[in-house]
């Protein structure tokens, strides 16, 4: 299994920014992706979810601005973060139960 991440960086407050996630070694399409966070000082953060029949979830936080989506063809999630506040800062990260992307940095400053 193999996950890699792109997107990400350092954007003003009330911008957006798209997180991808590109996968192999599994299937796909029947399977359940996650994206979490690390924010500076706090634990891991589950922050959205998407099964295989599409169904989302999100964190309370993020509900109404970020957006996660799947590519079944090309074995791709996407988080697409809009309106970011300074409290989203953190290491973005795309999960498969035991596995994990490299994770992203994502800044947004005060």
């Known amino acids: 299994v193999q996950l890699v991440q792109s997107g990400g960086g350092l954007v003003q407050p009330g911008t957006s920014l798209r997180l991808s996630c590109a996968a192999s070694g599994f299937t796909f399409s029947s399977s359940a992706m996650t994206w979490a966070r690390q924010v500076p000082g706090k634990r891991l953060e589950w922050v959205s979810s998407?099964?295989?029949?599409?169904?989302?979830y999100y964190t309370d936080s993020v509900k109404g601005r970020f957006t996660i989506s799947r590519d079944n063809a090309r074995k791709t999630v996407i988080l697409q973060m809009n309106s970011l506040k300074p409290e989203d800062t953190g290491v973005y990260y795309c999960?498969?139960?035991?596995?994990w992307g490299q994770g992203t940095q994502v800044t947004v400053p005060f």
């Open positions: 998407i099964y295989s029949d599409g169904s989302t």
């Open positions: 999960n498969l139960g035991n596995y």
